[in-house]
C-alpha cells in the first residue's frame, strides 16, 4: 500500500516537473511576443514627462533588453533558488504578493468548492431518484440556466440585489473600506466573502448535479441494483448500500477536475468583486506586463489545477477497486 | 394447492417507433403454470424466448414501462407488491444470470449478507462456500476479479438457501465446471426435496432434465409446452410440440439433427403460428389460425396439431 503511494506520487512528481517546465516556456513566450509594453505599462501617466533614454534604462535596469532566451534562463535559475523576482506593480517580493492574495482567494475557493460540491451532489442525487417528478423537473431547469450563465453576470446580479437595492452586505472589496488592518475582523472579511463565493458556487452546482443525476439514474438502471432489490433492499438503504459508491466517481472527476475551472471563475468573480485574490493579481499581472508575477502566478495555478487532477486519479484507485487490482492479484 | 401459480401472464413493454408511433412487443404472452411445493419446474427455451423476464416478473422488479397482466399466486395469496417485500430475499430468493449482478465496487462477502440475514444465514453461506470449494479468499475478491466457475458458484450462494421456500434460478449453471454444475444441481434437488419449490430457467435442457419433474419449453415468449420430464426419452414420441421434438432430437446423443432458421421477434401483428416458419408438420391453417394452449396426453401444447 504505502509502496503504491510512492510510486503513485513518484510519477506524479515527473509529470508535475514536465508540466511545469513547458508552461513557463510557452508563457514567457507569449509575453514576449503580447503588444504590452511593460515599460509603457510601469510609466502609466507620467509618460509625458519620462523621455526615450529615461525608458531605455529602465527597460536596461530591469534586462528587458536582453534577448529572450537569457531572459528565461536567468529567471529559470533564480527561480531553481527559490527566487521569483520582484512584482514590478506590487514593489514587493512575488511570493509575498501571492502568498497574501492566495489567502485570501484560497478561502474563497475553498467554501465555494466545498459549497457547490455538497450541494451538487445532493442535488443530483435527489433529482435521481425522483426523476421525472416536480422536484427533478426544478433541479434540471435551474442546472440548464445556471450552466449556460456567465459567472460575471450573475455577479452583478447579485450585487445589484444584495448590495445595491437590500444594502445587506458589501459591494465588494475583500475588506471594510477605512478600517486600520488590524481592526478588521473575521465577521467583516466572511461578510465581504459571501458573494464572491455565491456566485462561484452557484454556477459549479449545475455541472456536478447534472452528471451525478445522470449516473445514479444509470447506476439504478443496472442489474445489481435489480438484483439487490430482488433480495428484498429498497429506498434509502439501497442507495446508501450500493448507489453512492457507485457514483461517486464521476462526482470525484468533476468535482477536482473543476479546479481550473474555479481558478478560471475566481478571476472573474474577483474581478467583479475587486476582491484581492489571485485571480485580481493575475488580470493586473496580465494586463500591465509584470512578467514576473504573471510568471508566478501561472505556476502557481497550473500547481492547484495539477494538484487536483492528482488527486482525483488517488481517489479513483481509493473508490474503485479494479483500478487498484488486477483480475489475477488477490487482495 | 401449488406454491406459485402463474395464470395468463403476459409481458409486454411500449416502445416508441420513429417519433412517436407506439409499439406494444409482447416477449411473454399468456403464459399459465404452476410449481407444487417439493417440484422442480424447469423453465427451457433460447435466448431472447422471454424466461428472464418471467423470472423478474415473479419477483417484480420489471422496469417500470413494462406492463403485465394475468396473475401470480404465491400460496394462494395474490404476489403483489406489499407481499413481495416480506418475502423478497427470504422466501422467495433469486439466483441471477450473470456477475453482473454482482455490485462492482463491494467485496463478494460483504454482498452475500444482506439486511434480513442473521447469523444462521451467514453460517449457511459459509458452509456453501466450502461444499464448492470456494476458499476463505474469495469473501475478500471484488466481483471483477471472480472467474466464470467461481462467480456461477457465488451467484448460487448469494441465496441464503434454509429459509428459502421458493427459488428461481436464472441460468445458474453455465460456465461451470460439469463437477460443479452436478454440485449445484444437487442442491437444488435436495432443497426440493426438503420442500422448496425450484423455477430453474435455463438454456441446458440435459442440466434441467437431470433434476426437473416438469419442463416448459419457451418459444418467442410462449410457454408451446409444458412436459413431464419423463417425456423426454427416445426419439421424443411423446412429447408435443414439433419445436420440443425438434430440440430433443438436436441433442448429439438423440441423432444431432439441427433445425433451420431462428426465433423470430414478437411484435403486436403475428398472426397464426409462430413456429409455423420452421414447422416440420407445417399445414396451410398454421399460418392463420393463432394456437391456443391446450391438454394433451396430461400435458399442456400449444399446436394446432399436436396429438
Known sequence: MINGIMVFAGKKLIRLAALLASVSIITFALVAMSPIDPVQSYIGADVMRVGAEQRQEIAAYWGLDRPFPERFIKWTSALLQGDMGTSMIYREPVTHVIAERFMHSALLMAFAWLLSGVIGFIAGVAAAMRKDSWLDRLIKSYCYTLASTPSFWIGLLLMMIFAVWLGWLPVGMGVPAGVLAENVTWADRLRHMVMPVLTLSVVGIAPIALHTRQKLIDVMDSDFILFAKARGERGLGLLLRHGLRNIALPAITLQFASFGELFGGAVLAEQVFSYPGLGQATVEAGLRGDVPLLMGLVLCSTLFVFTGNALADYFYRMVDPRLRYRKEERA | MPLLEVNKLSISFVQYVKGSVQQRITVVDELDFAINEGEIVAVVGASGSGKSLLAHAIMGILPKNVETTGSILYGGELLDEKLLRRHRGREIALVPQSISFLDPLMRVGKQLHTRADGE????????????????????????????????????????????????????????????????????????????????????????????????????????????????????????????????????????????????????????????????????????????????????????????
Not at chain 2, 165 to 175: K, Q
Not at chain 2, 212 to 227: H, N, P, Q, R, S
Not at chain 2, 279 to 307: F, I, N, Q, W
Open chain 2, 120 to 307: 444462521v444465514q451467514d453460517k449457511e453461506r459459509d458452509s456453501l462456500f466450502e461444499r464448492f470449494q470456494l476458499g476463505k479468499h474469495v469473501a475478500r475478491l471484488f466481483p471483477f476479479q471472480l472467474s466464470g466457475g467461481m462467480a456461477r458458484k457465488v451467484l448460487v450462494s448469494t441465496a441464503a438457501l434454509g429459509r428459502t421456500r421458493l427459488i428461481i434460478a436464472d441460468e445458474p449453471t453455465p460456465g461451470m465446471h460439469p463437477d460443479d454444475v452436478a454440485e449445484a444441481l444437487g442442491r437444488f434437488k435436495q432443497l426440493a426435496e426438503g420442500g422448496c419449490a425450484v423455477l430453474f430457467i435455463t438454456h441446458d435442457i440435459e442440466a434441467a432434465l437431470r433434476i426437473a419433474d416438469k419442463v416448459a419449453v419457451f418459444y418467442a415468449g410462449e410457454a408451446i409446452e409444458l412436459a413431464a420430464a419423463d417425456d423426454f426419452k427416445g426419439q421424443g414420441e411423446r412429447l408435443r410440440h414439433p419445436y420440443t421434438k425438434a430440440l430433443w432430437r438436436a441433442l448429439p446423443q438423440n441423432g444431432f439433427e439441427p433445425i433451420t432458421g431462428t426465433q423470430p421477434a414478437r411484435s403486436s401483428d403475428v398472426q397464426g403460428c409462430l413456429f409455423a416458419a420452421r414447422c416440420s408438420s407445417y399445414a396451410e391453417d398454421c399460418k392463420t389460425k393463432r394456437p391456443e394452449s391446450r391438454e394433451v396426453r396430461g400435458g399442456m401444447v400449444r399446436c394446432l396439431h399436436a396429438t
